[in-house]
């Protein structure tokens, strides 16, 4: 089946770029995501790229997506301790179907 | 603002008791989602709902049910609860060909 995954953990300094990274085996893949849960909190959409792009910017947040190797990565430019959260990758290959979510990813910003 | 409510934030069950955890949104979405989320496994559909009354079983069903009598309300069931069903969570609503799933902000369940 379906099959996402991510590294558990990543540590950065604060003002740092952090990048989290992201596989996924699903070739039908439409729409992958990044979600971003804080402490005690449900999951809030970060950002998306639809399969047909290559990256999408939106201020600090840079998604590069690989098709070809099925890697999606997120970046975050000048990391701050309020970044400090678990991200999740997640994909589906239907507008409103189910989720496919990585394990996801402990950020962690030290001052 | 687009709201999804869960019942409670925390629970604490005995083995075996009848567990009901309550969803409800505000956003008039007709697709529903209970996941359950476990350190180092992410989420885990569990059932999701695309209309009232309707359901299909997601990734790992197995000791859960669901009811949805009404659009705004999706109900998880835990029939005879169990440590291993010691978890977080979550509920998530969406618009049929929306993209974005709106999330709970979670119930922690103990079972002893």
């Known amino acids: 089946g379906e099959d996402v995954e991510q590294s558990l953990f990543l540590s950065v300094r604060e003002g740092d770029s952090s990048v989290i990274n992201c596989t996924y085996t699903d070739s039908s893949s439409t729409y992958l995501y990044w979600y971003k849960q804080e402490p005690g909190a449900g999951l809030q959409l970060l950002t998306y790229?639809?399969?047909?792009?290559d990256m999408k910017q939106d201020q600090r947040l840079t998604v590069l997506l690989n098709k070809k190797d099925k890697h999606l990565s997120l970046r975050i430019a000048d990391t701050q301790t309020g970044d400090s959260a678990i991200y999740f990758c997640a994909e589906t290959a239907l507008e409103g179907g189910k989720l496919i979510f990585g394990q996801g990813t402990e950020l962690s910003v030290k001052p | 603002d687009v709201k999804v409510t869960q019942s409670s934030r925390y629970l604490v069950k005995r083995t075996g008791e009848k567990v009901f955890l309550e969803c409800v949104q505000d956003m008039d979405h007709e697709n529903m989602f209970w996941y359950r989320q476990d350190p180092g496994l992410g989420l885990r559909l569990i059932y999701f709902s695309y209309d009232v009354k309707m359901k299909e079983k997601g990734d790992i069903p197995e000791g859960y049910s669901v009811s949805r009598e009404k659009k705004e309300r999706f109900s998880l069931i835990l029939e005879s609860a169990s440590t291993n069903q010691t978890s977080m969570y979550l509920c998530a609503s969406s618009l049929p060909l929306g993209f974005e799933q709106y999330f709970g902000p979670g119930t922690r369940l103990t079972v002893t």
């Open positions: 790229i639809f399969s047909n792009m």
